[in-house]
T-cell receptor, first 115, second 110 residues
Framework: DTGVSQDPRHKITKRGQNVTFRCDPISEHNRLYWYRQTLGQGPEFLTYFQNEAQLEKSRLLSDRFSAERPKGSFSTLEIQRTEQGDSAMYLC?????????????FGNGTRLTVT | DQQVKQNSPSLSVQEGRISILNCDYTNSMFDYFLWYKKYPAEGPTFLISISSIKDKNEDGRFTVFLNKSAKHLSLHIVPSQPGDSAVYFCAATSQGNLIFGKGTKLSVKP
């Protein structure tokens, strides 16, 4: 399978704990995105990378959230001191930048439940 | 304020008939529009897209229409099949990151 891969698929944690998610994009894609989706809503943009550079961060990304893409390949999203409001599906997507537009290809997400 | 709006949370259609899903946007800088389909417990799957320089794009049973003056786009599925039952998201972009609507749940009845 050469699609976007996310790990873990599900994570249950207690409030106040830290969690980290991993995303492996499609190998030739240089852009990587993180989105969050809650019930009844569409995916909401969090941040994106072009290669290893983090180019944009949404105001949804509070200082408890940090994302990295150290070698321009896989990415991690860490949430510190989790809160119940962080419970959501966290989606990763990748695309190929260049001339013209390119659709984002999504992974199956990590579902976070904060108890 | 929502920049991409899907005002119908759900739509029910008989198998074989046409499904029409609608989407409105407010940002005139958007230049690329996409439709995604999502099954439960899976990520959104890219379906079809259209550039702002076009008004129609067709791919098999799926056609997307863009009306820039009305800031409106629609997805037509003909003929609808039970396997098309899913949540459909409209998305738009001007700089790379996509802005999504809240989705429309399509149910295709056999």
């Amino acid at each position: 399978d050469t699609g976007v891969s996310q790990d873990p698929r599900h994570k249950i944690t207690k409030r106040g704990q830290n969690v980290t998610f991993r995303c492996d994009p499609i190998s030739e894609h240089n852009r990587l995105y993180w989105y969050r989706q809650t019930l009844g809503q569409g995916p909401e943009f969090l941040t994106y990378f072009q290669n290893e550079a983090q180019l944009e961060k949404s105001r949804l990304l509070s200082d408890r959230f940090s994302a990295e893409r150290p070698k321009g390949s896989f990415s991690t999203l860490e949430i510190q001191r989790t809160e119940q409001g962080d419970s959501a599906m966290y989606l990763c997507a990748s695309s190929l930048s260049g001339t013209g537009n390119s659709p984002l290809h999504f992974g199956n997400g990590t579902r976070l439940t904060v108890t | 304020d929502q920049q991409v709006k899907q005002n119908s949370p759900s739509l029910s259609v008989q198998e074989g008939r046409i499904s029409i899903l609608n989407c409105d946007y407010t940002n005139s800088m958007f230049d690329y529009f996409l439709w995604y389909k999502k099954y439960p417990a899976e990520g959104p799957t890219f379906l079809i897209s259209i550039s702002s320089i076009k008004d129609k794009n067709e791919d098999g049973r799926f056609t997307v229409f863009l009306n820039k003056s009305a800031k409106h786009l629609s997805l037509h599925i003909v003929p609808s099949q039970p396997g098309d039952s899913a949540v459909y998201f409209c998305a738009a972009t001007s700089q790379g990151n996509l802005i999504f609507g809240k989705g429309t749940k399509l149910s295709v009845k056999p």
